[in-house]
């Protein structure tokens, strides 16, 4: 029991730490595209949204990835 508690805690910490990272990099894309909208003109709110908006897919596929990756471990170690 102890190692499933262990496996979840694991699991949880790379999620958080996931999505803290993709979350940054999404408000990382929103300023940078406030600085530079007035030189580059307004297309760059697109190109931000189309990076957010893109990003989704790929957070999830790297959570999918992580849980598995953690289970198989737990299961290879009980």
């Not at 406030?34 to 949204?49: C, F, H, I, Q």
């Not at 897919?57 to 790297?62: A, E, I």
Request: glycine share 8%.
């Amino acid at each position: 029991m102890k190692r499933v508690i262990f496996t979840v805690r694991r699991t949880v910490h790379v999620l958080a730490a996931s999505i803290a990272v993709e979350l940054a990099l999404d408000f990382g894309a929103g300023t940078a595209a406030v600085a530079l909208s007035p030189y580059v003109g307004e297309w760059v709110y697109a190109a931000a949204g189309v990076l957010v908006i893109g990003s989704l897919p790929v957070l999830g596929l790297n959570i999918a990835r992580v849980v598995r990756r953690e289970w198989e471990r737990h299961r290879s170690l009980a």
